[in-house]
């Protein structure tokens, strides 16, 4: 079993949904107290993030700033919320793509070193 917030190996915790009186103990995987916090609290925090996501966050990191030095103006407490979400489109955007094609890239090595 992994854990619902950080996906390392869990055990299971009782665990309490203030808001759901009719599953109010429910069995949630988790690693930690810590952990089960968080996902009791309905946030998800990356936790102790991998060298794939590592460089996706580079690469998210990059494109924001392209967007940035593109749009002109550094001052995002002016930003209009059209000019936020596209900054958010670019910034979750270029995160998923790096990952997607790491996966690619992987699956490409691994086809080549499996026999036919």
């Known amino acids: 079993m992994r854990?619902?917030?950080?996906d390392r190996p869990a055990v299971?915790?009782?665990?309490?949904?203030?808001?759901?009186?009719l599953r109010a103990h429910w069995t949630v995987p988790s690693c930690t107290s810590v952990c089960m916090a968080i996902w009791g609290e309905g946030r998800r925090a990356m936790v102790d993030p991998n060298e794939h996501e590592r460089a996706a966050?580079?690469?998210?990191?990059?494109?924001?700033?392209?967007?940035?030095?593109?749009l002109g103006q550094t001052d995002m407490a002016?930003?209009?919320?059209?000019?936020?979400?596209?900054?958010?489109?670019?910034?979750?955007?270029?995160?998923?793509?790096?990952?997607c094609e790491q996966q690619a890239?992987?699956?490409?090595?691994?086809?080549?070193?499996r026999p036919a």
Request: glycine content about 4%; aromatic content about 14%; proline content about 3%.
């Open 3 to 6: 854990c619902r917030t950080c």
């Open 57 to 70: 966050m580079a690469t998210a990191s990059e494109r924001a700033g392209e967007f940035i030095e593109a």
């Open 78 to 99: 002016r930003w209009t919320p059209e000019q936020w979400r596209q900054f958010i489109e670019v910034v979750c955007g270029a995160y998923v793509d790096a990952l």
């Open 105 to 113: 890239a992987l699956n490409a090595a691994l086809a080549r070193a």
């Open 12 to 21: 299971h915790w009782l665990w309490w949904h203030p808001l759901r009186t």
